[in-house]
């Protein structure tokens, strides 16, 4: 016997118990996954004498972790469907519009569309049969194997990045598939989802934990879409769309021509915007820069404007920062005390100056801008400037794209650019990679190296950066003009070892284990590009990992 703590008791249990024996019939198909000690198990872990002592909780899908399991799980019983229908269909999931799953079929002259209502019946089959989905432990060898069955040559090849010599795996029937992720219990458990046509293919529907477990109301974001299709685009005509195409080129010897190809096309996308603004400049005013964290703002205003210096227009650049209210002020607005403010919020901005201060410059007026001063909490007089003709002012920062920041300049007179990375990346066919994942992979480096702050400090603040982006960044991505999208496809192989040093120093029993454990399982995968001397000192890259000829 050994002894557990579950439901806020102690509890004496056969070794050999499932974690879902523990649960009531009735409450099993609420639930998703569990959490042992810091660690998230399926519902169909088996306890041993390791667990004794544990704490077992039980984890829905309020819960992030829970909700990632249950993506994963809608997506392998869609997969499912397609090889007991179309078995000689390979098919792709990508992460698309409006936070949902896009499979598309990879397999020339495949209607999706005349297959969507199949799929829908076969799933729908597939979870009124309540079939169990079990983990099973196979050799590297028998992983092949079962590969080869199933037509899923894509993940054999993966295996051979892969440290460990076993495999994990998971079985429902007679079907195998693993998309580094765990499973609910059982196919019943899939109760919420929606699988919809969305040419060429179609989006898969599921529940989100910050939406208390709703799925999102499908929105059409035409902009985001074509951002993601030109990434998708790209990454196929330059054959890295997978990390297995990235450590392809690594094993052969073209890292330098890789890190120059990825280079280029951020080069081509500054290219088109100083098109588009030299096209425009008698009447753009305004050129207002938003994006999330780690996205790269800094380096890619500082690219901008060299890009605009070549064509002879010559920005100037003011931060929003220094509009930022005395905090005593905040205080008062927000009610709440100093260590409670939500700084984010647009209205700790004087917007009324920085309207006017903007009005008064775009017409010729000499204007005395703000500076705020960090260390006393409040604002000074700054610098003392007037616009010359047909020079735009650069604004950056998270709310540069709400309007009501901006709302005395016409929109006519604004080019509004949203930069953020957008990479169509897959681990293999079935497994898209996580650009949130990418660009907190970035934070980690960057804050380590530059702000003293330890992966587990960042990981602690993610969450809030995220709420953030949710409320005041996201919303304003369709407005934009323009989507840089500033994704680096040799990225990961670069920050994979600064951060995986930090983060593999993240032990079991510290609360950030579960996100550097995630971390640790998408790098592992990745060759290591070591001599970052082949990396360009303008890269947007610089701005992580140092050596940056902008000094950011």
């Given amino acids: 016997m050994i002894k557990v703590n579950f439901n806020s008791r102690q509890t004496l249990v056969e070794e050999g118990t499932r974690v879902l024996e523990l649960v009531d019939r009735k409450d099993r198909k609420n639930l998703v996954v569990c959490q042992v000690g810091a660690q998230i198990k399926e519902l169909r872990y088996i306890l041993s004498e390791k667990d004794n002592g544990m704490t077992i909780k039980l984890l829905n899908l309020n819960n992030a972790e829970a909700g990632r399991a249950y993506r994963a799980s809608i997506s392998y019983v869609v997969a499912m469907a397609f090889y007991r229908i179309f078995p000689d ?10 936070r949902s799953i896009f499979c598309r079929s990879l397999t020339k002259n495949f209607n999706m569309a005349r297959a969507a209502d199949a799929i829908v019946r076969e799933v729908g089959r597939i979870i009124e049969a309540d079939l169990p989905i079990e983990r099973v432990t196979v050799t590297i060898e028998e992983a092949e194997e079962i590969y080869r069955k199933f037509h ?99 094993d052969r010897g073209e890292t330098l021509e890789f890190v120059q190809m990825c280079e280029a096309y951020h080069n081509r996308q500054l290219s088109e915007l100083g098109d588009m603004i030299e096209k425009e400049i008698e009447q753009v005013r305004l050129i207002a820069i938003a994006g999330p964290s780690s996205s790269g703002k800094t380096t890619f205003c500082n690219r901008l404007r060299i890009e605009l210096l070549s064509r002879g227009i010559d920005p100037v ?21 100093r260590e409670k403010l939500d ?36 604002r000074e007089k700054g610098k003392t400037i007037r616009l010359g003709a047909n020079v735009p002012i650069i604004i950056e920062g998270i709310h540069a794209l709400n ?63 995220r709420n953030g982006e949710f409320r005041w960044i996201y919303p304003n991505e369709e407005n934009a003009d323009y989507v840089f999208n500033s994704s680096l496809g040799y990225e990961l192989c670069v920050l994979k070892k600064q951060a995986m040093e930090a983060l593999t120093k ?12 995630r971390l640790i399982k998408t790098l592992k995968y990745f060759r290591e590009i070591d001599d970052e001397s082949v990396i360009p000192c303008n890269s947007l890259l610089r701005e992580f990992i140092g050596g940056s000829c902008f000094n950011v």
């Fill in 317 to 337: 650049t003011i931060s929003m920062d220094d509009y930022y209210f005395d905090k005593e002020k905040i205080c008062a607005l927000q009610g709440k005390p």
């Fill in 89 to 98: 269909v390979k098919i792709q999931f990508t992460y698309n519009v409006s």
């Fill in 403 to 465: 309007e009501k920041l901006t709302r005395s300049i016409p929109k006519h007179r604004k080019f509004r650019i949203y930069i953020a990375p957008h990479a169509q990346m897959n681990l293999d066919d079935h497994s898209p990679l996580s650009v949130t994942n990418a660009r907190l992979i970035r934070r980690i480096v960057r804050d380590m190296k530059f702000r003293n702050c330890s992966a587990a400090a960042t990981i602690d603040m993610w969450q809030s950066v």
């Fill in 506 to 517: 993240i032990t079991a029993s510290d609360p950030q284990y579960l996100v550097a454990n």
């Fill in 152 to 250: 899923l040559d894509d993940k054999i090849e993966i295996l051979r990045y892969r440290p460990e010599n076993t495999v994990h795996l998971y079985k429902c029937g007679e079907y195998y598939n693993y998309l580094y992720n765990y499973m609910v219990p059982s196919t019943g458990c899939i109760h919420n989802y929606a699988i919809t046509p969305y040419s060429p293919g179609i989006i898969i529907g599921y529940p989100r934990h910050d939406l208390d477990a709703a799925i999102p109301e499908f929105e059409e974001e035409a902009t985001y879409c074509k951002t993601l299709q030109r990434a998708y685009d790209w990454a196929e005509k330059t054959k890295s769309r997978t990390v297995n195409d990235i450590n392809r080129k690594i």
């Fill in 343 to 378: 700084l984010e919020h647009v209205d700790c901005l004087d917007i009324e100056q920085f309207n006017k201060d903007l009005f008064d410059l775009i017409n010729g007026e000499e204007v005395t801008l703000p500076r705020f001063n960090f260390k006393q909490d409040r």
